[in-house]
C-alpha cells in the first residue's frame, strides 16, 4: 500500500496532466476501476480546426475505485497552445448501475468548479464475441450562462482485440447544437498496445465529416493501473 501511494504521488508531482474517457476514446465505458486500485491517463492531443488554426494540449486523469460499483476521478487539461497554462479541473463520478454477462450499465456526473458546469452522461458497454461497443449519451449545462438550453451530445464506440497485444478502436462523436444547420459531427480510428499487464499504449487520429467539425485530430498517450 505504501509503494502505491508513492508512485501516485509521483505521478501527480512530475506529470504535467487530461480527460475523461478510455484512451484514445473520448467515449466513456460502463466500467469502473476495482475497488483499491488506482487508474491513471496521460495524454497528448493535437487538433487543427476548420479555421487552420492549430491547438496542442496535455492532459492527466487519475481515478480511484472507492467501492466494487463506485471510482472517483480528477482531470486536469493543460494547454500548449494558443494558451498556456492549466485549464479548468474536473471531477467525475461513475457508478455502475448493473453488469450482466454481456451488458453493463453506468452513470456519470461531471464538475467543473472553474466554470460551476455539470455533465450527466449514461453508458452502456455491449459484448458481441470478441467485439465491445460502448454507448454514451451526455447533456451539459453551465448554471451561470445566460443561455437556456445546455449541450446534448452522443458517442458511439467500438473496440476489437486483434492479438494479446493490440486493440483496434473507432468512433463516432456529435453534438446537438444547431437548430437550423448541421451539427458537428467527428469520426477517429485508433489502437491500443498493451506493453505491460498494467501499462498500455495508444494512439487515435480522426477528423470532421462535416464543415462544422475540426479538419483533424491526433491523439495519443498511455495508461497505467495499479
Known sequence: MCKKTIDFVLLLLFVPAAVFGA???????????????????????????????????????????????FDFGVGIPYDIEPDDGLSNIEFAMKLALFSLKSLAGSFV????????????????????????THINLSYTTVPDSEEENGLTAYAVAIEWPVSDKITLVSEVTGEL???????????????????????SFDFGIGGGLNEESPEIKITSGLTYGF
Open 109 to 132: 456526473l461531471n464538475y467543473a468548479p472553474g466554470e460551476s458546469e455539470y455533465k450527466v452522461v449514461g453508458i452502456l458497454s455491449a459484448e458481441t464475441g470478441p467485439v465491445v
Open 177 to 199: 447544437v444547431n437548430d437550423d444547420g448541421e451539427d458537428p459531427v467527428e469520426a477517429m480510428l485508433g489502437a491500443i498496445f498493451l506493453a505491460f499487464d498494467a501499462l
Open 23 to 69: 484512451r484514445p476514446l473520448s467515449t466513456d465505458d460502463a466500467g469502473v476501476v476495482d475497488r483499491g486500485n488506482y487508474e491513471v491517463e496521460l495524454g497528448y492531443d493535437f487538433l487543427n480546426d476548420n479555421a487552420d488554426a492549430e491547438s496542442h494540449s496535455l492532459g492527466l486523469s487519475i481515478k480511484h475505485g472507492m467501492t466494487e460499483r
